[in-house]
């Protein structure tokens, strides 16, 4: 153990991977859910639109799997046999966050949007182009905290020399 590398480093690295792990994952939980809510409110009028108003169910569905991504490879680099510094700590507990947040804030937009849309689409038809553009920019969101975190995650060097 160095002062790079003392033995409470690896807690960071677990602290990125639980955030980006629990946050996105609640984002997109909540999106699913918001979405759901309206899609189950417009099947009960429109039956014959529901498989087009699951756009925003799997489109929530996506922002888990960017926290996923970068949990296996922030787990990847720590071993309770190599050394582990500080700064790798800190760079992955940064990436563990900037995809979580990102990923929580996108399933929230999510959710609202695709409530909102489908219930729209239910009423005019012509709202489908308008909505699955609106979704994209919902989604994007989660996609910069990737961008974000994999970029960061190269940074992470574990070297513990003085």
């Not at 629990?22 to 997109?28: C, D, H, M, P």
């Not at 309770?80 to 700064?87: A, E, G, Q, V």
């Given at each position: 153990?160095?002062?790079?590398?003392?033995?409470?480093?690896?807690f960071?690295g677990?602290a990125?991977?639980a955030?980006?792990?629990i946050?996105?994952?609640?984002?997109?939980?909540?999106?699913?859910a918001?979405?759901?809510?309206?899609?189950?409110?417009?099947?009960t009028?429109?039956?014959?639109?529901?498989m087009?108003s699951?756009?925003?169910?799997?489109?929530?569905?996506?922002?888990?799997?960017?926290?996923?991504v970068?949990?296996?490879?922030?787990?990847?680099?720590?071993?309770?046999?190599?050394?582990?510094?500080?700064?790798a700590g800190?760079?992955h507990?940064g990436?563990g966050?900037?995809?979580?947040?990102?990923g929580?804030?996108?399933?929230?937009?999510?959710?609202?949007v695709?409530d909102?849309?489908v219930?729209?689409?239910?009423q005019?038809?012509?709202?489908?182009?308008?909505?699955?553009?609106?979704?994209?920019?919902?989604?994007?969101?989660?996609?910069?905290?990737?961008?974000v975190?994999?970029?960061?995650?190269?940074?992470?060097?574990s070297?513990c020399?003085?």
């Amino acid at each position: 153990m160095s002062v790079y590398c003392p033995s409470y480093a690896p807690f960071f690295g677990f602290a990125g991977v639980a955030s980006a792990m629990i946050l996105s994952s609640v984002g997109a939980a909540y999106g699913t859910a918001k979405a759901g809510m309206g899609i189950s409110g417009m099947g009960t009028f429109r039956p014959e639109l529901i498989m087009k108003s699951l756009i925003p169910v799997v489109m929530a569905g996506i922002i888990a799997v960017y926290g996923l991504v970068i949990s296996v490879l922030i787990a990847a680099a720590l071993s309770p046999t190599d050394d582990y510094s500080l700064f790798a700590g800190f760079i992955h507990l940064g990436a563990g966050l900037a995809v979580g947040l990102s990923g929580l804030a996108a399933g929230y937009t999510i959710g609202i949007v695709g409530d909102s849309c489908v219930r729209g689409y239910a009423q005019q038809p012509r709202l489908f182009v308008t909505m699955v553009l609106i979704l994209i920019f919902a989604e994007v969101l989660g996609l910069y905290g990737l961008i974000v975190a994999l970029i960061l995650n190269t940074k992470a060097e574990s070297s513990c020399q003085n």
